[in-house]
T-cell receptor, first 113, second 114 residues
């Protein structure tokens, strides 16, 4: 089972460049999420999509945009990358419902120079 | 606003010992869920255990159990008969709303020594 697949796994960008992180899940989940994890910290929610066709801001949305392309795919875009966006990015998915566990991808390590 | 606090940045125990990781949280929501996730060096996030706030009975999963004190807003994780494979970062998380927006604590780095 592939679960949640994130591409790429690593990326280095220069300040001001744009980049789209891809995420796809094969578990027929309704909800999808993007988090960032900075050193020594827990994950922080950037954006989420409760169901296909909807997206909402999380805790730290500034500098990011998302697209829920279909039920399987949820992409995260950095329009003009900044060094403060250097982080590890995780995509997750879950069935709808507060008690449903989230399943995470392996993360994308992104460095902005 | 929801907050989650883990006051133990690092812990270390010997193999086969029992260890308890602490977590406190704050929320004004009446319906919420609590989770413990494990992040080994491979960086994967793995669900360890979950607790529904409306349930008084503490959740258990094999060697993992929680002590949920709703009035105190405390949610600790107990690992019994610890194993080398338990070495990881452990994150406590609070989920609210139907879309389950998770708020994570800062994490506790647990090392199991042989």
């Amino acid at each position: 089972n592939a679960g949640v697949t994130q591409t790429p796994k690593f990326q280095v960008l220069k300040t001001g460049q744009s980049m789209t992180l891809q995420c796809a899940q094969d578990m027929n989940h309704n909800s999808m999420y993007w988090y960032r994890q900075d050193p020594g910290m827990g994950l922080r929610l950037i954006y989420y999509s409760a169901s296909e066709g909807t997206t909402d801001k999380g805790e730290v949305p500034n500098g990011y945009n998302v697209s829920r392309l279909n039920k399987r795919e949820f992409s995260l875009r950095l329009e003009s990358a900044a060094p403060s966006q250097t982080s590890v990015y995780f995509c997750a998915s879950s069935h709808r419902g507060g008690d449903q566990p989230q399943h995470f991808g392996d993360g994308t390590r992104l460095s902005i120079l | 606003a929801q907050t989650v606090t883990q006051s133990q940045p690092e812990m270390s125990v010997q193999e086969a010992e029992t260890v308890t990781l602490s977590c406190t949280y704050d929320t004004s929501e009446s319906n919420y869920y609590l989770f413990w996730y494990k992040q080994p060096p491979s960086r994967q996030m793995i669900l360890v255990i979950r607790q529904e706030a409306y349930k008084q009975q503490n959740a258990t999963e094999n060697r993992f159990s929680v002590n949920f004190q709703k009035a105190a807003k405390s949610f600790s994780l107990k690992i019994s008969d610890s194993q080398l494979g338990d070495t990881a970062m452990y994150f406590c998380a609070l989920g609210t709303g139907g879309a389950q927006k998770l708020v994570f604590g800062q994490g506790t780095r647990l090392t199991i020594n042989p």
